[in-house]
Every structure is written in C-alpha cells, then in structure tokens.
C-alpha cells in the first residue's frame, strides 16, 4: 500500500503562486511515476501535470504549460507541483497520484490518491 498526502492548498490572488507538495509513505516511492489532478465543482477530474520515476521527463496539460512545474525528490518521497500566475479557472481540489499503468492523461490509470487540497484563485 502507498499513502499519499498533498498539502500547500489555499486561497491566491490571479496572477499569484502556490506550491503543493504530495507525501507519499508505504512501499517502494522511487520506481513509478507520479502524477498530479485536478477536479472543479461540477467536472470530471482532469490530468494536470505527470513526472516520470527518474525526474527526466514531464508532461503537462496545455493550459498550464509555462505556468506549472512539476518535481520530484524521491530521498523525500515527495512531490511538488508549483504554480505561478494562477487563473480563476485553476480552481480546482488537487490530488497526487501514483503508479501508472497506461495512458498518465487518464484518471484510470493511476492506482493510489490522495485525499486531495483545496485552491481557489479569487480576488
């Protein structure tokens, strides 16, 4: 089993920054690709931004790209996903995946989550 916990939610400003980072604890961290969703009231849960095992490569949703970044330090079994000049429409509930199998754009492909953190772009 992986437990994972993300934090670093909160209220911001448009055209302001967070920082969420996602724990993870249990088994082997380092082999698997991590992944970051986002769900908004009313929607379905949508692929934000994914990294591979060694940190190498990363994948994005085209409406972050340029304003997300997503890194990995698996020493830390941590994730993060930075987020600068955030919109209204980034609000969203944010949950960390992990261990992917197939398509990393699709929600069915990930096998743990966490609970999820709250970010509301508002002024």
């Known amino acids: 089993q992986v437990q994972l916990v993300e934090s670093g939610g909160g209220l911001v400003e448009p055209g302001g920054s967070l920082r969420l980072s996602c724990k993870a604890s249990g088994r082997t961290f380092n082999n698997y690709p991590m992944g970051w969703f986002r769900q908004a009231p009313g929607k379905e849960r949508e692929f934000v931004a994914a990294i591979t095992w060694t940190g190498t490569s990363t994948f994005y949703r085209d409406s972050v790209k340029g304003r997300f970044t997503i890194s990995r330090d698996n020493a830390k079994k941590t994730v993060w996903l930075e987020m600068n000049s955030l919109k209204p429409e980034d609000t969203a509930v944010y949950y960390c995946?992990?261990?992917?199998?197939?398509?990393?754009?699709?929600?069915?492909?990930?096998?743990?989550w966490g609970q999820g953190t709250q970010v509301t772009v508002s002024s």
């Open positions: 995946a992990y261990d992917p199998e197939g398509d990393y754009y699709s929600v069915s492909a990930w096998e743990y």
